[in-house]
């Protein structure tokens, strides 16, 4: 699912055997955004509405920033690095 190989990005050679698998780098960066991104939303929700603002409606914000952020950046880390190539995928799964 990478572009980088239709973008001209990608070599098509294969990472050491050291560097992290795909899905384990989707999920710390997933993680790490998701939790920056609710943070922010938080933040931007209390900016918003000023003395207006209530817990569940400053959770709904939290919550939709963090799940955006979290899902955006593991969509861009699927999509544009080089571990999640198809052969370096391949690799992995076959080491099993």
Same mark, same amino acid.
């Given at each position: 699912?990478?572009?980088?190989?239709?973008?001209?990005?990608?070599?098509?050679?294969?990472?050491?055997?050291?560097?992290?698998p795909?899905?384990?780098?989707?999920? =710390?960066?997933?993680?790490?955004?998701?939790?920056?991104?609710?943070?922010?939303?938080?933040?931007l929700?209390?900016?918003?509405? *000023?003395?207006?603002?209530?817990?569940?409606?400053?959770?709904?914000?939290?919550?939709?920033?963090?799940?955006?952020?979290?899902?955006?950046?593991?969509?861009?880390?699927?999509?544009?690095?080089? =571990?999640?190539?198809? =052969?370096?995928?391949?690799?992995y799964?076959? *080491?099993?």
């Amino acid at each position: 699912m990478a572009l980088r190989r239709l973008l001209g990005w990608s070599d098509g050679e294969l990472m050491r055997s050291d560097a992290k698998p795909c899905s384990r780098l989707m999920k =710390q960066t997933a993680g790490v955004f998701g939790v920056g991104g609710g943070m922010a939303f938080w933040v931007l929700c209390r900016l918003h509405y *000023g003395p207006r603002i209530t817990v569940p409606r400053s959770f709904r914000w939290a919550a939709c920033g963090a799940i955006s952020m979290g899902s955006t950046t593991a969509l861009l880390v699927r999509l544009f690095s080089a =571990q999640c190539e198809p =052969q370096n995928i391949a690799v992995y799964d076959k *080491g099993k």
